[in-house]
Structures are given as C-alpha cells and as structure tokens.
C-alpha cells in the first residue's frame, strides 16, 4: 500500500516539475510556477522520508534527516531574503555548484556501499571463476557506469560553479597559459581512460578500483576548475546555463541510481532547460558554444587591446535637461543593465516610468536576453520593482520600436548595446545582435564613468552624435531626474 501511494506522490512531483517549468516560461506565471515545483518537490522529499522502504525496513534516523532538512532550509532561506539583486547571479551559480556537490557525494556513498556489499556477498565464493562471473554482472557494471558519470558530472559541475561565483564577486580573475586547452584535453582524455579502467577492473579488485575511483573525482574537481578559469567575465551568463544544465545531468544518474521517478524527471528537466537555455545564450551572442568554451572572450588582456582605436569625444548632458527631453517625448525607451542593479535603482527607475506616464509620456523596457550577470537578470530586477511585464520587450520587438522612439535612456547597459557588433568586423563582438538603441532620436548613457562594460571593450556608441552621457550612480541619478521633471 505504502509504495502504491509513494508512486502516485511521484507522479504528482513529476507532474509539477513540468507544469512549473512551463510556467517559468512567461513572467507573468514564473513566481507561480517556481512555487508550484517547489510545492511538488517538498511532497516527493516528505513521501520519501516516511513511505520509502528498503527490504520491506523504513528509514531510520530520522532525527539526522530533518536536522539536515532544517539547516539547509535555514540557509536557504536566510541567504535569499538577503541576497541583493546584484548578487543573484552569485547565488545562482554557488547554489549550482552545491548541487552538483549533492550528486558527487551520493556518487561517492554508493560506490563505497556497492564495493562493501560486493565484498559481503561474495567472500564466502571458493570457485573463483563462479566469483568473477558475479562480480562482473552487467547489473553491476551498469551500475557502476552511472555512478561514474553522477561524480564526474557533479565534480565539474562543482568545482566550474564555485569558481564562476569566484569570478563574479571578484575574487577570482582570468587566468590562462598557453598550452591550457591542451591540458585541459588531456586531463579530460585521462578521467575518461581512468574509468573505463574502473568498469574493466571492477570487481577483480575492489581495493584498487576504490584509489582509481577517488583519483577520477579529484581529477574531475580539477578538470571544473581548469573548464572555467580562463574564460571571459561576458561570457558567465552562458557558463552559468551551461553548469546548471551539468547538474540536472548528474541529478538524473541519481534518478537512475535510486529507481526515483521524480529525481530522474527534475534531473532531465534541469538538464534540457539548461542545454536549451545555453544554446539560447550562444545564439544571442552569435558565438557557438566550442567559441565561448575556449575563446576566453571578455578576458582582460584581449579585451583591452581591442579597446584601443581612437573613439574621439563624447558629449555630457546636465540633469535638467535630459529631464525636459524625456518629459517632451512622445516615446521613451528604458534599456537596463548591471549599472541598474548594482545601484538598487529598479524602484526609482519605476517611479520615474510612472512619472513620465503621468505627462502623457509612453515607456517600454528593452530587455537584451544577455543583460546583466545571468538569463534573465534583469527580468527578475524589474519584476521586483513591479513593472508590469507587458512592458518588457524583447530585442527583436525592442529593435522595430527604436526607429519611432523619441529618446532612449541606458541605465548601465553597455555591451547589449554596441554598434561595434555590427560596424566593426575586428571586434570580439562583432556579429552579436544587440539592441539598436542608435536608431532612436535621442540616446541618453547614465553611467558611473566611461569605463568599459564586462566585456573589457570601448562602445562606440558613447562617441556618436545622438548620444549624450549623463554620469553618476543610477539610483541617485534616477530620484534627481524624478524631481526634474515635476518642475518641467
């Protein structure tokens, strides 16, 4: 009776796994959808806990799974209510990283158990060749197949995250050599050759397969690190996906390795969202992904020589009258950027978009699908400001409305919206789509100084005609203009 009804509970989680999904596909219904899985994994977690039996034996310990449950939950709580807007991408990457640490220790607690229980059964076997026979079953290869991929997978996944949380908080630099991607093949070859070994030898000898199993994790560790350390700062949103899709990966060979309907089914889900998303990512920046692996795009040095072709001079704007510019405007187009949400300005640049809207003003949002630290930042950023998400553009739609829009005020967007991308076949990004915010009458730049974006490279944009620079912190730039304006 106890697994029929753990079957149904598995059932509904997986069921809520792909209807949430569905609805984190539209703003409108992501906060929904998100509670709706979170409602869904919450009932497999506790149909688990109290249904699941092993030999026809319930779990024990119950005291150690719900003091885990309750300090992880603690956490999770305290570090999302905490989190700034422009941290979220930290968080994402590191809570990332702590699920593929998940898969690698069940990885590591499975092979140990399986190597015990081989050792248990088997010991009592005089006939060697009946022993070998058993100890090289299919049953058990197979299961020492997805194990493997479960640690490497979560290894990569793990050690790639936290060094992308190093990189986005600054604590972590670009760092290449020549010959890396070279050692990064071999290094990748070796873990591969290591547990082929692993799954040959398996059984013959447990002692040895145990050492070869704990070096393909450290290599694994080692291969994460190698796999993110040189690549760009512009090119985290995609290495962000690309690990997520990783850990949705491992989590499913732990749905595998449980028989668990619904780890396999969120496992699967992760993964394909996050493969999907990624080629999404790679598509906006018109890179493929092998370009985005080892290009090292974004990286500094490269970045910074690129940068050095003479721009000319840009023109400065005072506050009174970027104010009357937008207040006399029939159409304006906010484009937010990272420059937004390290300001904490998502609220003052709403008031601003009700104040204009209050002089008979239009405004829309141009959205780029790579602005800010991770996909959809700065969806999540102005969703928590309240902006009503018919206001949020697309780039495509957001490039057929510029032509007829009066002014366009940048809020620390800087590589989305490049002209280099189009104009200059020797920039590194050159081919990305961005938005074509030139094409407005007027372009209006709110940012700290005139220092290059993420991407290390000088916009062009900040030197044409139509486009005056308006300095300053976005959040008190915003509550100055909001005052301005009233008086216009």
């Given at each position: ?45 506790l ?7 092993v ?21 999770g ?14 968080m ?9 640490a ?45 194990i ?18 190093g ?86 060979c732990?749905?595998?390795l ?37 290009g ?39 484009v ?9 300005a ?24 790579v ?36 002014a ?81």
């Amino acid at each position: 009776m106890g697994s029929s009804i753990l079957s149904i509970i598995y059932l509904i989680g997986s069921v809520t796994f792909i209807l949430g999904l569905k609805m984190l596909s539209k703003p409108d219904t992501a906060r929904k959808g998100n509670l709706v899985a979170a409602a869904g994994m919450s009932l497999a977690i506790l149909g688990t806990i109290f249904l699941y039996r092993v030999n026809d034996a319930p779990l024990h310990n119950y005291g150690w799974i719900f003091t885990g449950l309750v300090i992880g939950g603690v956490i999770g709580v305290l570090s999302a209510k905490k989190v700034k807007m422009t941290a979220m991408p930290e968080m994402v990457s590191m809570f990332n990283g702590m699920g593929g640490a998940c898969a690698a220790l069940i990885s590591i607690v499975e092979f140990d158990h399986l190597i015990k229980l081989i050792k248990n059964l088997y010991a009592p076997v005089s006939d060697d060749h009946l022993a070998l026979q058993l100890l090289e079953s299919s049953a058990s290869k197979g299961m020492v197949i997805i194990i493997l991929l479960s640690l490497i997978i979560g290894a990569v996944s793990c050690a790639g995250s936290i060094v992308a949380w190093g990189k986005l908080t600054g604590k972590v630099k670009d760092f290449s050599f020549n010959g890396q991607h070279f050692l990064n093949m071999g290094v990748l070859a070796l873990i591969v050759g290591l547990s082929v070994w692993l799954v040959c030898i398996f059984g013959i000898s447990p002692g040895t397969g145990l050492i070869v199993f704990y070096v393909v994790f450290l290599l694994a560790l080692f291969y994460g690190v190698l796999f993110v350390l040189p690549i760009g700062g512009a090119d985290m949103p995609v290495v962000i996906s690309l690990l997520n899709s990783f850990t949705g990966v491992a989590a499913a060979c732990g749905g595998f390795l449980y028989s668990n309907p619904v780890m396999l089914t969120g496992g699967i889900l992760v993964g394909s969202a996050g493969t999907i998303l990624t080629i999404l990512m790679c598509k906006a920046m018109n890179r493929s992904l092998k370009n985005v692996l080892i290009g090292s795009f974004g990286g500094g040095a490269a970045g910074a020589a690129a940068s050095g072709k003479e721009q000319g001079n840009y023109k400065e704007i005072s506050l009174n009258d970027a104010a009357v510019v937008l207040a006399y405007a029939n159409k304006v187009i906010i484009v937010p950027g990272y420059g937004l949400a390290v300001a904490q300005a998502q609220h003052a640049c709403h008031e601003l978009e009700k104040q204009l809207e209050e002089k008979g003003v239009e405004v829309k949002y141009a959205i780029h699908p790579v602005a800010g630290r991770m996909p959809g930042h700065m969806n999540v950023l102005l969703a928590e400001a309240d902006v009503p998400y018919e206001k949020l553009l697309e780039m495509e739609d957001a490039n057929a409305e510029f032509p007829t829009t009066d002014a366009v005020l940048i809020l620390g967007a800087n590589d989305v919206v490049n002209p280099a991308a189009k104009n200059d076949p020797a920039s590194p990004i050159y081919g990305m789509p961005i938005l074509e915010v030139e094409n407005a009458k007027v372009v209006i730049v709110n940012k700290r100084s005139m220092k290059p974006g993420y991407a290390g490279i000088e916009n062009d944009l900040f030197f044409q005609p139509k486009t005056s620079m308006l300095f300053g912190d976005a959040k008190k730039v915003l509550q100055e203009l909001l005052s301005a304006i009233k008086e216009v």
